[in-house]
T-cell receptor, first 112, second 112 residues
Framework: DTGVSQNPRHKITKRGQNVTFRCDPI?????LYWYRQTLGQGPEFLTY????????KSRLLSDRFSAERPKGSFSTLEIQRTEQGDSAMYLC??????????FGSGTQLSVL | KQEVTQIPAALSVPEGENLVLNCSFTDSAIYNLQWFRQDPGKGLTSLLLIQSSQREQTSGRLNASLDKSSGRSTLYIAASQPGDSATYLC???????????FGKGTTLSVSS
């Protein structure tokens, strides 16, 4: 297993378009997290799954954001009607319960 | 609400120096604390995880300590090398234990 994988690495889109990111966690990990990071800041929690259940969503996650984890495997994060303020690095992480988090390399989103 | 602060925000040292990075948190009711490293434009790599029952953890030239009662953790790097140049972030679980709350990080530059 090579760790947490995220695709694409970079995404440039025009304001108003929809984008979708994919995360493949470490296979035996039952927890999967999405974070957002802007320049000079630490990552901010967006949402997390335990197996296929989405158990918590941050207030940062507006109605334009939706995340899924079908069958408790990979996860997708979709942003509808993107805005310039959505430009950030979107990070995925996975873990076992109360164990270390392992992060992917992130998807850098630029909204023009 | 838990808040995590890291001091200093940036640090420049010559190769070979020993150094200490500081992390403080406002709510001492945590069950662990994690230190991460982040290279520019990349995801986070977990360095050390300290459980609340432990006072310190060591990995190679890195030593992290945790003092829950004072709300502080330190990351000690011995004999720094240019390859240690990166941003170091600390993180603690939120009250529900469902997500990590990060500091803004300390950006370390080690010159040869």
């Amino acid at each position: 297993d090579t760790g947490v994988s995220q695709n694409p690495r970079h995404k440039i889109t025009k304001r108003g378009q929809n984008v979708t990111f994919r995360c493949d966690p470490i296979s035996e990990h039952n927890r999967l997290y999405w974070y957002r990071q802007t320049l000079g800041q630490g990552p901010e929690f967006l949402t997390y799954f335990q197996n296929e259940a989405q158990l918590e969503k941050s207030r940062l996650l507006s109605d334009r954001f939706s995340a899924e984890r079908p069958k408790g495997s990979f996860s997708t994060l979709e942003i509808q009607r993107t805005e310039q303020g959505d430009s950030a690095m979107y990070l995925c992480a996975s873990s076992l319960v109360n164990e270390k988090l392992f992060f992917g390399s992130g998807t850098q989103l630029s909204v023009l | 609400k838990q808040e995590v602060t890291q001091i200093p925000a940036a640090l420049s040292v010559p190769e070979g120096e020993n150094l200490v990075l500081n992390c403080s948190f406002t709510d001492s009711a945590i069950y662990n604390l994690q230190w991460f490293r982040q290279d520019p434009g990349k995801g986070l790599t977990s360095l050390l995880l300290i459980q609340s029952s432990q006072r310190e953890q060591t990995s190679g030239r890195l030593n992290a300590s945790l003092d829950k009662s004072s709300g502080r953790s330190t990351l000690y790097i011995a004999a720094s090398q240019p390859g240690d140049s990166a941003t170091y972030l600390c993180a603690v679980p939120n009250q529900a234990g469902t997500a990590l709350i990060f500091g803004k990080g300390t950006t370390l530059s080690v010159s040869s």
